[in-house]
Nanobody, 127 residues
Framework: QVQLVESGGGSVQAGGSLSLSCAASGYTYSSYCMGWFRQVPGKEREGVAAIDSDGSTSYADSVKGRFTISRDNAKNTLYLQMNSLKPEDTAMYYC?????????????????????WGQGTLVTVSS
């Protein structure tokens, strides 16, 4: 059974930084495409960043140059370093696993159902 557990959310002022982590278990983590998406109540979820098993990455235009995704396959952990945070980055952030995440985040495919996702961690950025 796939399990994804996020941590690291919190409140920060605009311009600040936060680092999110996602601990994965229950599947062959190293071979899976992993990523982060965010959602604000009443709005569609937005793919934020993804990283494939070979280290290839994709980012939403809204976070390029500010967010960095990385993975540690030895620890089965996914990370998202978020710098220069803006109030519009405020959302629930979810860790996800799906072979199409890289393309979805790049805006090349639609993705209605993900293979797996976590319970989310809240990020609040105040102005």
């Amino acid at each position: 059974q796939v399990q994804l557990v996020e941590s690291g959310g919190g409140s920060v002022q605009a311009g600040g930084s936060l680092s999110l982590s996602c601990a994965a278990s229950g599947y062959t983590y190293s071979s899976y495409c992993m990523g982060w998406f965010r959602q604000v109540p009443g709005k569609e979820r937005e793919g934020v960043a993804a990283i494939d098993s070979d280290g290839s990455t994709s980012y939403a235009d809204s976070v390029k140059g500010r967010f960095t995704i990385s993975r540690d396959n030895a620890k089965n952990t996914l990370y998202l370093q978020m710098n220069s945070l803006k109030p519009e980055d405020t959302a629930m952030y979810y860790c996800a696993a799906d072979p199409n995440l890289l393309l979805w985040v790049a805006g090349l495919v639609s993705l209605d159902v993900l293979d797996a996702w976590g319970q989310g961690t809240l990020v609040t950025v105040s102005s």
